[in-house]
């Protein structure tokens, strides 16, 4: 079954303390991406990856980190989190570079930093 | 500042009427656009998507229909279904980067 997935679904830390989300797909996608989802505001890309080795930033990187060592998966990662990036994640890949073919996304990753 | 703007929160409609879904944009660059459906606890999942180059899509019961010069797109969903209760994203593209607006809350009613 094709499918991009995500881990953990849900996860609640503290201010500072590194943590990783994890995200696979198994469609032999090029691209990933990362979004945050906040009420009133959509969803907004964080980062995205045109292939192995190439990522850029989205619309809103601070505080993130991401690497794309292998073509299936692209962790999400935050190094010190802080209380303002509490949001649901969600990962997605597509098969073109360009965003105008289909994106699959993940569950999705609750995160609540207190 | 959001590129992609969605301006009604909700929207109700009752099942075998249609459903008119907007979208405003900003950025005359954005080359396609996408609309996607949620359900709570899962991801989004893509429903329609339009060229700049065209100015309607059609699949089955959902019509895309794209205005260039007044930057807005609509999503036309005849006839609503109970099952279409979700919320819809609108989304634009440009290079690899895709905006998204807000969402819209579709309930269909009995």
């Known amino acids: 079954e094709a499918q991009v997935t995500q881990n953990p679904r849900y996860l609640i830390t503290v201010t500072g303390k590194k943590l990783t989300v994890t995200c696979s797909q198994n469609?032999?996608?090029?691209?990933m991406s990362w979004y945050r989802q906040d009420p009133g505001l959509g969803l907004r890309q964080i980062y995205y990856?045109?292939?192995?080795?190439?990522?850029d930033k989205g619309d809103v990187p601070e505080g993130y980190k991401v690497s794309r060592k292998e073509k299936r998966n692209f962790p999400l990662i935050l190094e010190s989190p802080s209380p303002n990036q509490t949001s649901l994640y969600f990962c997605a890949s597509s098969l073109g570079a360009r965003e105008d073919t289909e994106a699959f996304f993940g569950q999705g990753t609750r995160l609540t930093v207190v | 500042d959001q590129q992609v703007k969605q301006n009604s929160p909700s929207l109700s409609v009752q099942e075998g009427r249609i459903s008119i879904l907007n979208c405003d944009y900003t950025?005359?660059?954005?080359?396609?656009f996408l609309w996607y459906k949620k359900y709570p606890a899962e991801g989004p999942t893509f429903l329609i998507s339009i060229s700049s180059i065209k100015d309607k899509n059609e699949d089955g019961r959902f019509t895309v229909f794209l205005n260039k010069s007044a930057k807005h797109l609509s999503l036309h969903i005849v006839p609503s279904q109970p099952g279409d209760s979700a919320v819809y994203f609108c989304a634009a593209s440009v290079g690899y980067k895709l905006s998204f607006g807000a969402g819209t809350t579709v309930t269909v009613r009995a």
């Open positions: 469609m032999n996608h090029e691209y």
């Open positions: 990856s045109m292939n192995v080795e190439v990522t």
């Open positions: 950025n005359s660059m954005f080359d396609y």
